[in-house]
């Protein structure tokens, strides 16, 4: 079935996408505003997701409580969380339940309550954030090879420090709201059964006079790059590394996915077979592409032990060096074989879709089809391949290690 992609700017700058999947019962949205922790303030890193947790306590005519049975009699299952650009909530649901879950987010945003007597306890639960990453050793080596490698305020902890989410206050959050939470660079995206002029209509009901100017440029802080350890008397050692790759906007975006897929895509992946099937030097091994709105980059991540861990970081960079010199046939059809499984996945879930458009929108400014990213897959070649790596070879690595004791390297660092 030809897919259909409709888009509807409104006049406050909230643009609408909407990919109808006639053939679900289901509908799904994703609403991303300009809120996210690269906004917080210097001294404030967490009150984006301290906001988004209180923005979520009430809203509209509904009380903290209503707000959740609400959802529930809908039948809808709803999240919110930050990335470093937005804030977004979103969920999937029966599809005659639509129009009423849009107009409690419409609420959300809009005219949340932020009850003072539930601050505390949305403060206990963005601490408890915290202190899991902390916990989570692998996750904390790759918060510090975001911070190393993007910088400020790209790289921050998403959930920021205890330090500043325990001095908050409602003011703050407030003021978060005002300046950030804004119809101008927001971005409602559904997908699923609906009828698209009813859905029109309901969203400029439920949004057309939300009113706001688009919040200025972020300035970043060049990165600190280069290799950096963090001590732990853990028995495991969390290596993180990273180095620059092109964007999701740009045209050789799908070559540097190629590229990475055979280094990770599967069992058959290269880091896979060497590094823990032939070597036995991992339990986890994984790389990918991560993109921001300008730039892109590949990270990394091993996790070996103690007595492993230098063995596995030089294997880890070799692999990446081997990477330059090209790929063969047989890995980039079995790469093509899963990245067509996955487009084929998410044409039955109208969930991953609404939030696919959103990401598309967001970074190209417009939505593209299954159809067009299945022709850029089938277009991929180990020529077109081999060819961007020529010119964008793995350099300029930065590195992370979290464990007993540093590494040495000196390949490629920044």
Not at 70 to 91: C, V
Not at 106 to 114: F, I, T
Not at 367 to 377: F, K, M, S, W
Request: net charge negative; with cysteine.
């Amino acid at each position: 079935m030809p897919q259909e992609i409709h888009i509807h700017k409104l006049a406050n700058g909230l643009t609408l996408l909407a990919e109808p999947m006639p053939w679900l019962e289901s509908a799904a949205f994703a609403l991303l505003v300009p809120a996210g922790y690269a906004r917080d303030p210097g001294d404030q890193w967490g009150l984006a997701n301290l906001t988004c947790e209180m923005v979520q306590r009430g809203c509209g005519s509904r009380d903290s409580r209503q707000f959740i049975e609400d959802l529930e009699m809908l039948g809808a299952d709803t999240s919110g969380g930050i990335r470093n650009a937005h804030t977004s909530f979103a969920g999937a649901m029966p599809a005659d339940s639509l129009p009423a879950v849009l107009e409690i987010y419409a609420d959300v945003v809009r005219c949340p309550h932020l009850p003072e007597d539930q601050l505390d306890d949305a403060r206990l639960v963005c601490l408890q954030e915290i202190y899991a990453a902390a916990d989570d050793l692998a996750q904390s080596a790759m918060t510090e090879l975001r911070q190393r490698h993007y910088g400020d305020p790209w790289g921050r902890p998403p959930h920021g420090s205890v330090e500043a989410v325990s001095v908050l206050s409602l003011a703050d959050i407030q003021q978060m709201i005002e300046r950030h939470y804004r119809p101008s660079g927001a971005i409602l995206s559904v997908a699923g059964k609906f009828d698209w002029p009813a859905l029109r209509d309901c969203v400029e009901n439920l949004f057309g006079d939300w009113s706001g100017a688009e919040p200025p440029a972020i300035e970043g802080r060049p990165p600190a790059g280069g290799y950096h350890h963090l001590s732990s008397d853990s028995s495991q050692t969390h290596i993180g590394v990273a180095y620059p790759s092109v964007p999701y906007s740009d045209p050789g975006y799908m070559q540097a996915r190629g590229a990475v897929g055979v280094l990770s895509d599967g069992m058959s992946s290269r880091l896979f077979t060497e590094i823990r099937e032939n070597r036995g030097l991992v339990y986890a091994v994984s790389a990918s592409c991560d993109s921001l709105k300008d730039r892109g980059s590949v990270v990394c991540y091993a996790g070996t032990t103690t007595e492993r861990a230098q063995e596995t970081l030089d294997v880890l960079v070799a692999e990446l060096v081997r990477l330059a010199d090209g790929i063969a046939e047989d890995e980039l059809n079995r790469l093509k074989a899963r990245i067509k499984s996955g487009l084929i996945m998410m044409q039955e879930s109208s969930n991953s879709r609404s939030r696919s458009i959103a990401f598309d929108w967001y970074h190209l400014g417009r939505v593209r089809t299954l159809a067009e990213v299945g022709g850029l897959i089938d277009g991929l070649t180990c020529q077109s391949i081999n060819a961007y790596l020529a010119e964008h070879p793995p350099q300029d690595l930065v590195v992370v290690t979290l464990g007993e004791k540093p590494l040495e390297t000196t390949i490629g660092i920044s």
